[in-house]
């Protein structure tokens, strides 16, 4: 994190947004919208965030969730409606508010390999534990047992090692479990794209919680604010760190009264 006051850093982007005649707002969602559930599929949004996001994409903002997930989980999951543009899997997939999907194309080979990155967890007797999604085949063990986690993590390490080496694979730990995953595609392409997309003197932040998020952090620096969200601090390239839920709320508050809206 740069050894800068951080109210400076605040008070600068926040009169940068004001001023801005385009403004992107980038999310991660586990972690960061919402705390994390030993089921999934549990895992709501901290229950102030919707509407206040709802009213950001009200005022002109232009709202992107970038997940892990798989897109289309987040429709209905978020709480948000209409639901905004997704880039899920890591940037492999984007859904767009009008429905419009797109994914990128794998080659044939990186897909067999995940397969049988899939293939050892079940051997293993884990299919429970077992996520797949484009791009990637991932593996959770938020609450079992810590002894089990452990012992859990270790296998699937020692046994996916050799896939990640013959196929240039990469070995992502998130909070909760392991991901295998193709290399060529990661947060940091999402955030690459839309900069590409978008003006340069547009005022654009990143919010995120994982060591996933990094990779978006760094194709952020230079050109917009780069918020870690989460309990703990932890080495990070952000610019910032917010604890959620309370100043997570406050900054979108502060974000929607810079855009003119009413928080």
Not at 4 to 9: F, K, Y
Not at 196 to 224: H, M, N, Q
Not at 244 to 255: S, V
Request: net charge negative; charged share 25%; hydrophobic share 40%.
């Amino acid at each position: 994190m740069r050894v800068l006051d951080r109210e400076a850093i605040y008070i600068s982007f926040l009169e940068q947004l004001k001023n801005a005649d385009r403004r992107i707002l980038l999310l991660d969602y586990d972690g960061t919208m919402a705390p994390f559930h030993k089921d999934r599929t549990h895992a709501f949004p901290y229950p102030e965030i919707p509407p206040l996001l709802t009213e950001i994409m009200k005022a002109g903002t232009r709202l992107v969730l970038v997940t892990g997930r798989p897109s289309r989980e987040l429709v209905m999951l978020s709480g948000l409606y209409p639901h905004p543009e997704i880039w899920g899997s890591h940037g492999l997939e984007r859904l767009m508010p009008n429905g419009d999907y797109s994914v990128v194309t794998l080659p044939g080979k990186e897909e067999a390999a995940l397969l049988k990155s899939a293939d050892v967890v079940r051997a293993l007797g884990y299919e429970a534990n077992l996520e797949l999604k484009p791009g990637g085949v991932a593996v959770h063990w938020r609450g079992l047992d810590p002894a089990d986690a452990e012992k859990l993590r270790g296998m699937v390490s020692q046994k996916w090692k050799p896939l990640i080496e013959d196929h240039a694979l990469k070995l992502l730990e998130f909070d909760g479990g392991l991901e295998i995953r193709v290399s060529s595609v990661d947060k940091g392409y999402a955030v690459k794209s839309i900069l590409k997309e978008s003006s340069p003197d547009a005022a654009v932040a990143y919010l995120g919680d994982d060591l996933t998020d990094e990779d978006a952090f760094l194709a952020l620096k230079d050109r917009g604010l780069r918020i870690l969200v989460r309990p703990q601090h932890r080495p990070t390239a952000a610019d910032l760190w917010l604890k959620p839920p309370e100043q997570l709320g406050e900054f979108l508050h502060q974000w929607l009264l810079a855009c003119g809206g009413e928080a």
